[in-house]
Each structure stands twice: as C-alpha cells, then as structure tokens.
C-alpha cells in the first residue's frame, strides 16, 4: 500500500518496532486509513508482546496514529493521521513492490530504512525514455550536518548507514571546486527489485480484514477458500459502496453469520447477509 512522501520527514525517530509497525499497518489500511481488529498475535513473529505494546503508544505519542481499545474482543482498531493539506500531495512509495518486501529491506534498522525511504524518494524522477532515476546530488559535508541532526546520530554512525545502504544506492564520492559532493542514484540491485508484486496491496488489505472480523465475532471453521471467496465479493460492490462502507457491511455479515452457530462458515450465507445489509 502507499507511503506518502510526506510522511516520510515524520518516520526520522522510530524505534526499530516502531516502524515495523507501522509499514505493517500502512500495508493493511483501507482508503481511510483505517486497521480494525488489530491484536498482539498479529506481530509475534515481527516483535515481542511488550515490544508491540510499546510501539503502539510510541507511534500514538509522535502523532502518527489513533486507537480504539475493544476491550470486549480483545483487539484494537488504529487509523493513520494524515492531514488534508498533506494529503494534496499525490507522490508516494508502494511498499508492495518487491524491494520493500525483500529480507535484506527488512534487515535494515529503522534509521536506515528511513534514509533509504529519503534516498528513494529523492531518486524517484524519471529523467529518461530507458526509466533511468535521477541522482540525487549533495556536497558531504552538508549531508552529514543534515542528517547528523535529522536522525541524532554521529557522523561515523550515519557513514555505516550508507555504508549498508550500497546493496540499494551507488554512492559516489566526488570531488568539486568546493569539497567533496556525494552523487546518490539507484543501483541495478534496486531496479531488478524495484516493481509491483502481483495481486498484493488492496487484497492484502481486504484478506486482513476478513481475517479479523472472523477472529472478532469467533466464526466457525472459515478457513482460505472462504475467505477467498469473501474477497470476490468485496470486488462485485466495491464500484458502488467505498472502503469503509464495504467493511462495516462485511463485519456485520459476518457477526450475523456467527450468531448461525453453524459448524462450518458459508460464504453464500454471508453474501446474502450482505445483500440484506445493503438493500438489496
């Protein structure tokens, strides 16, 4: 899903759970920005109990998110703060493309994830028919004042960043008139990587909502094909209804359809749930 380029000045101070957690969340937000039905179980392979907990009210405390606590299911519900001035902006990251999937993006701390978010951004112009990137030029001294202080790390500190970054970026070191300048642009690694893996992004969205709603409301043995086929559905309604009235109809089908107490969850019994719903 998308990553504004205006959020990204506002990732500079992340914990390393901490952004784990939310490009895990920007993965799964609707149009809205919302995530329902989030629990700590979501995470356990990406972070610990606390840790999750921790990030949620360090990314709550720095503004980047909101939370309802559904004591009763057990769960949370987080929206994204974006402003609607911000939101002018139309230049984003997909984080579906295959680079921001890979094992060695994922190794990155947070601090260098955040400087290979700005790298990308800033190399994100096409300046030729071939889609060659543009380079992104800056005298070495300035680049360490700027980003010694961006990210409170030493100078040495931020040279290892890069220094890890090289499997993304060529960085240049060359000398001008006036010192040493770094020429930054994408290297051949990043643009084998650098496309769209196919079927993500909305269906990972939809697929986690699903998931969820059928964790909330304890629907009986739904397993992949059901939730599958719930997902086609969402794709019949959604040119008429948007994100958020698709998941709220979709969750009370399927708490209608747990409140069956069948043994074994229907699809066909949700649809028509949802059509009900909706007025059909």
Same mark, same amino acid.
């Given at each position: 899903?998308k990553l504004p380029f205006y959020i990204i000045p506002k ?93 060695? =993006?994922?190794?990155?701390?947070? !601090? &260098? #994830? ?11 112009? $096409?300046? /030729? ?39 993304? =970026?060529?960085?240049?070191?060359? !000398? &001008? #008139? ?11 690694? $990043?643009? /084998? ?45 959604? !040119? ?41």
């Open positions: 899903m990732l500079n101070n992340l914990t390393n759970s901490e952004m784990t957690l939310y490009l895990w969340l920007c993965e799964r937000k609707n149009s809205f920005k919302m995530i329902k039905g989030v629990r700590v179980s979501d995470l356990m392979n990406l972070m610990s109990k606390q840790s999750f907990y921790n990030a949620l009210a360090g990314l709550e405390e720095k503004g980047l998110i909101y939370v309802w606590h559904r004591q009763e299911t057990h769960d949370y519900d987080i929206g994204l703060w974006f402003s609607p001035e911000e939101e002018e902006d139309k230049n984003y990251i997909n984080l579906h493309r295959e680079l921001f999937q890979s094992e060695e =993006f994922k190794k990155l701390n947070s !601090k &260098e #994830k955040y400087l290979l978010f700005t790298l990308y951004m800033k190399t994100s112009v $096409t300046i /030729s028919p071939s889609g060659s990137k543009a380079i992104s030029r800056m005298m070495m001294e300035e680049f360490y004042a700027e980003y010694t202080k961006i990210l409170q790390r030493t100078k040495r500190r931020i040279r290892e960043y890069l220094h890890n970054l090289k499997k993304f =970026f060529n960085i240049i070191r060359r !000398k &001008e #008139k006036d010192g040493y300048k770094y020429h930054i642009g994408r290297n051949r690694h $990043t643009y /084998s990587l650098d496309k769209k893996i196919p079927g993500a992004g909305i269906n990972i969205y939809r697929k986690y909502h699903i998931k969820a709603m059928i964790r909330r409301h304890r629907l009986k043995d739904a397993g992949e094909t059901f939730i599958d086929d719930l997902i086609k559905i969402y794709r019949n309604y959604i !040119k008429n209804y948007n994100d958020y009235q698709m998941d709220r109809y979709m969750e009370k089908a399927i708490m209608l359809h747990a409140q069956d107490n069948n043994e074994t969850a229907s699809a066909a019994r949700v649809h028509e749930l949802l059509r009900q719903e909706l007025e059909f």
